[in-house]
């Protein structure tokens, strides 16, 4: 059962933009956290931004001032701007919920973003 759906990623040159998208299936309970993970090839998963359910966000450093991520109930949005080649990589939708004290983690199928230089 899918339970994260993401959509957006392709291929941009350089300086250009994209805009990716995940949608949480309604059997995940309310995230209290949503973000997007990016693997590129021969490096390990890192976090790119993630936003919590009142609001407040988190970026790499390497994406700050370029990226913004949004939410929308249990929607999550990534706006990447001024792309860069090193931002080429598969990108992750994650999301977090908790039903009293038990932790669930869902992660999507990923998504290629590829930038040429």
């Known amino acids: 059962q899918v339970q994260l759906v993401e959509s957006g990623g392709g291929l941009v040159q350089a300086g250009g933009s994209l805009r990716l998208s995940c949608a949480a299936a309604r059997t995940i309970f309310s995230p209290y956290v949503m973000g997007w993970y990016r693997q590129a090839p021969g490096k390990q998963r890192e976090l790119v931004a993630m936003i919590a359910s009142g609001g407040p966000t988190t970026y790499a450093d390497s994406v700050k001032g370029r990226f913004t991520i949004s939410r929308d109930k249990n929607t999550v949005y990534l706006q990447m701007n001024s792309l860069k080649p090193e931002d080429t990589a598969v990108y992750y939708c994650?999301?977090?919920?908790?039903?009293?004290?038990?932790?669930?983690?869902?992660w999507g199928q990923g998504t290629q973003v590829t930038v040429s230089s």
């Open positions: 994650n999301a977090v919920s908790a039903v009293g004290a038990v932790k669930y983690d869902y």
